[in-house]
T-cell receptor, first 111, second 117 residues
């Protein structure tokens, strides 16, 4: 069935370093992907999205890369800050608006 | 501009009881989805409402039901609660995906933490 999964459950980085969070998806027909950030006790917060006709999209300090050949998605965070500490989810979007989430990667930023 | 709001924030129920959770979408949004998030897991899609009708449903039993009101707000009802229903219940809103307008962004509320004992 459809699934979106993450390679690593936890990631620890030094403040100021760049972070890379990875995600694998299984539905090759998916046309839209989103990264969410979820802090403790809060709902998921939209970070950045990408459509399947693109392979890269940049936001403020974040970049999403999409490799459709291997069905892989990554989120890059530049100059990681303590406020970036959270759980990060990738999600796959179907035509009707249903989001399929992976398990999440917990990012911990060391000062 | 108010974002997605949910009530209550926390709830404790006993096995076998029934619960109703509430959601008000972000201003201007007409489509509401509900998700269940177990501890340490990603959110799982329950169902989606648009024009007061259930449009899509995930792999959840009939004990989970919902409703959307004319003002686009929504309720999630769970009957005959089980211990396994303990989770964070998230509501997300967006512009309709059925009209071909608007982006795909879905905005989430803070969730309702349900504990079943």
């Amino acid at each position: 069935g459809e699934s979106v999964g993450l390679h690593l459950p936890t990631l620890s980085v030094q403040e100021g370093d760049n972070s890379i969070i990875n995600c694998a998806y299984s539905n090759s027909a998916s046309d839209y992907f989103i990264w969410y950030k979820q802090e403790s006790g809060k709902g998921p917060q939209f970070i950045i999205d990408i459509r399947s006709n693109m392979d890269k999209r940049q936001g403020q300090r974040v970049t999403v890369l999409l490799n459709k050949t291997v069905k892989h998605l990554s989120l890059q965070i530049a100059a990681t800050q303590p406020g970036d500490s959270a759980v990060y989810f990738c999600a796959e979007h179907n035509q009707g608006g249903k989001l399929i989430f992976g398990q999440g990667t917990e990012l911990s930023v060391k000062p | 501009d108010a974002g997605v709001t949910q009530s209550p924030t926390h709830l404790i129920k006993t096995r076998g009881q029934q619960v109703t959770l509430r959601c008000s979408p972000k201003s201007g949004h007409d489509t509401v989805s509900w998700y269940q998030q177990a501890l340490g897991q990603g959110p799982q899609f329950i169902f989606q409402y648009y024009e007061e009708e259930e449009r899509q449903r995930g792999n959840f039993p009939d004990r989970f039901s919902g409703h959307q009101f004319p003002n686009y707000s929504s309720e999630l009802n769970v009957n005959a609660l089980l211990l396994g229903d303990s989770a964070l219940y998230l509501c997300a809103s967006r512009l309709s995906p059925f009209l071909g307008v608007g982006g795909y962004e879905q905005y989430f509320g803070p969730g309702t933490r349900l504990t079943v004992t």
